[in-house]
């Protein structure tokens, strides 16, 4: 018997597909079909799949033209599929030609011409609506946003806003982008959702007026520096019927949060410490960073990543938090942060002028995971056990600046009309804002 096989993601599966799996079958007597797995899609950038891994198969399975189907869950499983299933023949479009010459050493390889005119591409555009963004600010976050947002299908980045003409004329002729520098309500009435990434403290102004003009928010860390100011936002933006999210990355990073999953099946046992460091050592003292009045200081810039760890693994439930901080120019150059729970305690470091090593250290009863440096864009952890035999080590791949995982939470959230916040609640949010509004004012603050 002549086995096949060829291997897709199927999503909104087409007569291209069809005819690739109708040309497959032909050339042997078995057809066997991988499809791949919704995280191993993300991996490889395919950021707007539509129909999720049980769909695809569903879908392929009704063609009636498989007589297997197996998951492909990640790269270099074809080699392993070709020797185990003892294949004849790979079999894929002629957009790959060329790409998959090296498994001629383990089969016959065939590339069959791609059926012109359509593709899982071309239906999701056509079937998709277009979001438009406006991006506040034009600083360096702003330029990281759009050319990440590259990556995201159905998303047009339509006008920049910043009261500042000279800033704001500077980007616009960069990027082409049409911009404003007044005028709110014209900057919203043209788009469906903004990015806030203008100065800290303009954060809580700038997302009430866009979700009072229908518009959707990605705001920016720290997100208002102010609890109360958060959960009004919140409120508003329920009432609105906009979805309002904060863009901390790590949060809708794949590996971080397949880490947390891992960690709530019990694979450390219960957790009885977080401990989590992020440092960007910066030398140019005019930065904002270092201004008291931009709200600058290591708090403000980088609380909310180890913070976003602890919530998620312990709760927001907390019952005692200490600072400790060294001053400059009268902002936190280094922080140290002690916090208790009952039966847990957690703390971070977090440094614009002192450095320490970024990684994050989750301690249990039957192990501990260990998240090098930079944690906060995991992409490798391991599983530790006192039998060091036991470890397990997790690959991952973090693409780019790693902004469009959160700016594709965002435009699928939007089309879904989804408020579920999977990623991060409003709960969670709000304790980083209190949080950061006590040490501004200084609570349980020991200076060193
Ligand atoms: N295929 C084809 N003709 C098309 C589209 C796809 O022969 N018009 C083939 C591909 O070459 C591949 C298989 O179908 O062998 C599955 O491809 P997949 O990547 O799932 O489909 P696309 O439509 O190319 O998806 P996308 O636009 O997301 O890349």
């Known amino acids: 018997m002549k086995k096949v096989i060829t291997y897709g993601t199927y999503d909104l599966l087409h007569y291209g597909h069809i005819n690739l799996l109708k040309r497959a079958k032909e050339l042997g007597d078995y057809l066997i079909v991988g499809i791949t797995t919704d995280s191993f899609d993300l991996e490889r950038g395919k950021l707007n799949v539509r129909n999720n891994l049980m769909e695809r198969i569903e879908a392929v399975r009704q063609t009636g033209l498989a007589d297997q189907i197996i998951i492909e869950e990640y790269q270099g499983q074809k080699i392993d599929d070709i020797k185990k299933y003892e294949v ?3 079999a894929i479009g002629s957009d790959w030609e060329g790409h998959f010459d090296y498994l001629k050493e383990y089969c016959k390889v065939v590339y069959l011409p791609r059926t012109e005119g359509i593709s899982s591409t071309m239906l999701r555009n056509e079937n998709q609506r277009t979001i438009k963004i406006g991006i506040i600010g034009s600083g360096r976050m702003a330029k990281r946003f759009l050319e990440e947002a590259k990556h995201v299908n159905a998303v047009v980045i339509d006008s920049v806003f910043n009261p500042i003409h000279e800033d704001l004329s500077i980007f616009c002729t960069e990027t082409g982008l049409r911009g404003y520098s007044d005028n709110m309500n014209i900057f919203f009435s043209n788009i469906d959702a903004c990015y806030i990434a203008s100065p800290h403290n303009t954060h809580y102004d700038y997302a009430k ?6 518009c959707h928010v990605l705001c920016e860390i720290p997100f208002t520096m102010n609890n109360e100011q958060t959960e009004e936002l919140f409120e508003l933006s329920i009432k609105r019927k906009v979805i309002l999210m904060c863009a901390l990355k790590t949060a809708y990073c794949p590996a971080f949060s397949h880490l947390i999953n891992l960690i709530k099946t019990g694979v450390i046992g ?7 460091s992020v440092s960007t050592l910066l030398d140019d003292f ?16 980088n609380s909310y990543f180890p913070l976003l760890a602890i919530f998620r693994i312990l709760g927001v439930a907390y019952e005692q938090i200490h600072f400790f901080s060294k001053f400059n120019w009268n902002v936190d150059i280094y922080t140290k942060c002690i916090i208790a729970y009952k039966k847990a305690t957690a703390s971070f470091k977090v440094g614009l002028g002192i450095k320490t090593e970024g990684n994050m250290i989750i301690s249990g009863t039957k192990g501990y995971v260990y998240v090098p440096s930079p944690w906060w864009k995991t992409d490798f952890f391991e599983l530790c056990y006192e039998d060091r035999n036991c470890n397990k080590k997790y690959f991952y791949s973090y693409e780019g600046d790693g902004l469009r995982y959160e700016i594709r939470e965002f435009v699928v959230s939007i089309l879904n009309g989804d408020i579920s916040q999977r990623y991060l609640t409003m709960k969670e949010i709000v304790a980083m804002d209190s949080i950061l509004r006590s040490f501004l004012e200084k609570q349980n603050l020991v200076k060193i």
């Open 286 to 301: 005019s930065l904002r960073e270092f201004s008291a009045s931009q709200c600058g200081g290591s708090m403000t810039e």
């Open 209 to 214: 007026c866009a979700i009072n003009n229908g």
């Open 270 to 276: 219960d957790v009885v410490d977080v401990e989590a």
């Open 88 to 90: 004849d023949i790979f």
